[in-house]
């Protein structure tokens, strides 16, 4: 039973649509995070928050922005989508202790 | 400076052989903790192992273990009696309890595992 849900799990979308990743956690944690990652290859941050209405880049550049209205939700929007952006966005949560993330399933976006 | 490195980018196993995934992490801080996850083909990060700095015993979680070697900043995973689901992609990560940011917690580049029937 998983405590942080990502929808869609996968997405094909045309060029320049807007589109919102959504990421929702169950578990009352304040840290929530957003991950790039290409097929194989090691996780990029590109955002984070401390809690509501916290958001911060993370070490990555990206186009996308972030919202945290709700503890427990964090979706992340791309304005105008292009092939560039086509990678998988893994979520997760933490809690303000020594222990590890909680990753969602991970959407796989594909911009055609 | 790397935080995390894992030098191995890929590893093959016999099945019901052991396999130890290397890992060496880079701090100054006296508390952290050691991580590996686990990402099947299908994409998600699964939480595998934690290891505290200040435990004094390898973590153990069924067949994953935990070597580690605080002198030596290494904290490699040993996967015994290995299995055909065990062919993922395994990560390494450390967290720092000093970190003001909220990132910190550092992944490696990764090993791909390959279990060979």
């Known amino acids: 039973e998983a405590d942080i849900y990502q929808t869609p799990r996968y997405l094909v979308i045309g060029t320049g649509k807007k589109i919102t990743l959504e990421c929702s956690q169950t578990?009352?944690?304040?840290?929530m995070y957003w991950y790039q990652q290409d097929p194989g290859m090691e996780l990029h941050l590109i955002h984070y928050s401390y809690g509501v209405n916290s958001t911060e880049k993370g070490d990555l550049s990206s186009e996308s922005t972030v919202s945290r209205i709700r503890t427990e939700h964090f979706p992340l929007t791309l304005e105008s989508a292009r092939p560039s952006h086509t990678s998988q966005y893994l979520c997760?949560?933490?809690?303000?202790?020594?222990?590890?993330?909680?990753f969602g399933s991970g959407t796989r976006l594909t911009v055609v | 400076a790397q935080k995390i490195t894992q030098t191995q980018p890929g590893m093959f196993v016999q099945e019901k052989e052991a396999v130890t995934l290397d890992c060496t992490y880079d701090?100054?801080?006296?508390?952290?903790?050691l991580f590996w996850y686990k990402q099947p083909s299908s994409g998600e990060m699964i939480f595998l192992i934690y290891q505290g700095s200040y435990d004094e015993q390898n973590a153990t979680e069924g067949r994953y273990s935990l070597n580690f070697q605080k002198a030596r900043k290494s904290a490699n995973l040993v996967i015994s009696a290995s299995q055909l689901g065990d062919s993922a992609m395994y990560f390494c990560?450390?967290?720092?309890?000093?970190?003001?940011?909220?990132?910190?917690?550092?992944f490696g580049t990764g090993t791909r595992l390959t279990v060979i029937p």
């Open positions: 578990m009352g944690h304040d840290k």
């Open positions: 997760a949560s933490s809690e303000y202790t020594l222990y590890g993330y909680t």
């Open positions: 990560a450390m967290r720092e309890v000093y970190q003001t940011g909220a990132n910190n917690l550092f």
């Open positions: 701090t100054s801080d006296q508390s952290y903790g």
